[in-house]
């Protein structure tokens, strides 16, 4: 019997309710217990102490010397504030990227994968249901993986280079009482600018049943953008692109902070996840389950 007549009958069925299918709670358990978010939980609670480790043999990026003109990564190891900062700032580019291309990408794919997303379908969860459940906890998973590694890097700098204001490479400091929420608006800032990259992988695990192939091609088209952003010749163009700013996240740790930057990365962002969202969700509605 067809997914469609299950469906039918269950939504006749006493006590039957759509909204019940498929728990947060429960998927999140499921994806929780997965060896890739693990092993992700892993790579990003390593990286701080891998800094540390790496200052410790190096030495000190101040102490090298270097020019005039100081970086963040010149000041990584003046309070805890400057270390969290910096371990933010190095894997933004990639590292940050590769579990939200992980976690949504691989959702619905690794289900096809598998053969069993015809089942969760024929249980009956409604499509629209799977596809909310498992985007949330996708997203979730995303967040969490970017809180993370502030929160770590945050302990581990305090350990080892104590706590203190947040110096910047332009000179003057935050005072310590206003880095957490100005590191906190950062992590937020990344985490908008990823919904692309969500939005991306998310569609393509609604499109095929390799979840290699989704996480894949949301990391290279993000990397694609990286690229165009770089070239000059497409003038103003290059502000639709999220890439473009992707730097702004700077602007928060700024001793007055910058908001228009932002607020433009941010819109550009929520606009083409939106559409990316809506795409996965239509076609996911209408697609033939074989998996």
């Not at 979840?211 to 497409?234: Q, S």
Request: charged share 15%; with cysteine; aromatic share 10%.
């Amino acid at each position: 019997m067809s997914a469609a007549v299950d469906a039918t009958e269950a939504a006749e069925a006493p006590g039957y309710r759509a909204r019940r299918t498929l728990p947060l709670r429960v998927e999140a358990v499921r994806q929780l217990r997965r060896r890739r978010t693990l092993l992700m939980g892993g790579v990003l609670a390593a990286l701080p102490f891998i800094l540390i480790a790496a200052f410790a043999i190096g030495g000190t990026p101040s102490s090298r010397g270097g020019g005039d003109r100081l970086t963040l990564m010149d000041t990584a190891t003046a309070s805890a504030a400057n270390f969290a900062a910096t371990c933010l700032f190095v894997s933004a580019g990639f590292l940050l990227v590769v579990p939200v291309a992980l976690f949504c990408g691989d959702t619905v794919a690794s289900e096809a994968s598998w053969s069993s997303l015809r089942y969760l379908l024929a249980a009956p969860v409604p499509r629209a249901r799977l596809l909310w459940s498992k985007l949330v906890v996708a997203l979730g998973f995303s967040l969490a993986a970017m809180v993370l590694l502030p929160l770590v890097a945050l302990a581990a700098g305090a350990a080892a280079y104590g706590w203190g204001p947040l110096e910047l490479p332009t000179g003057g400091a935050l005072a310590a009482s206003d880095t957490v929420p100005r590191l906190a608006l950062v992590v937020a800032f990344i985490f908008v600018s990823q919904l692309v990259t969500a939005g991306l992988a998310f569609w393509l695990s609604t499109k095929t049943d390799a979840p290699l192939g989704a996480v894949g091609g949301a990391v290279g088209l993000t990397i694609v953008g990286n690229v165009l952003d770089a070239v000059t010749a497409l003038g103003s163009w290059r502000e639709f692109l999220p890439a473009h700013w992707q730097f702004a996240r700077a602007d928060a740790l700024q001793p007055d902070l910058e908001w228009g930057g932002m607020a433009k990365g941010a819109a550009i962002s929520v606009t083409y996840a939106l559409i990316l969202f809506a795409f996965a969700f239509r076609g996911f509605s209408r697609k033939d389950i074989v998996s």
